[in-house]
Nanobody
Framework: QVQLVESGGGLVQAGASLRLSCAAS????????MAWFRQAPGKEREFVAA????????YYGDSVKGRFAIARDNGKMIVYLQMNSLKPEDTAVYYC?????????????????????WGQGTQVTVSS
């Protein structure tokens, strides 16, 4: 079965940067679109970013546009989330998700229901 393992979370001050990593295994990585979601206590899971299977297309949630960047290294089978100018409202558990793409160039979904495979999450805490 597909396995996704997140890392890189931690405690930082507002304005700092952090890079999350998601290592994938047991899948043909370049056939899968990848995404990041986050969930704060008592809130719904929120779309953060997604990237198409070969990295040609990327999409971002409105709350992180201009601050976060998603990237992937298909050789290493890793997807990254570079987070800059972090705010206290970015505090959440960040989850990596994957879905097999029907073809190259298709847009990844931006809803959690579109992703059948999930990691266990990594905590990001931003203090004020």
């Amino acid at each position: 079965q597909v396995q996704l393992v997140e890392s890189g979370g931690g405690l930082v001050q507002a304005g700092a940067s952090l890079r999350l990593s998601c290592a994938a295994s047991r899948l043909t990585f370049n056939n899968y679109a990848m995404a990041w979601f986050r969930q704060a206590p008592g809130k719904e899971r929120e779309f953060v970013a997604a990237i198409s299977s070969l990295g040609s297309l990327s999409y971002y949630g409105d709350s992180v546009k201009g601050r976060f960047a998603i990237a992937r290294d298909n050789g290493k089978m890793i997807v990254y989330l570079q987070m800059n100018s972090l705010k206290p409202e970015d505090t959440a558990v960040y989850y990596c998700a994957a879905v097999r793409s029907p073809r190259y160039g298709s847009r990844p979904p931006n809803e959690d229901s579109g992703y059948p495979y999930w990691g266990q999450g990594t905590q990001v805490t931003v203090s004020s």
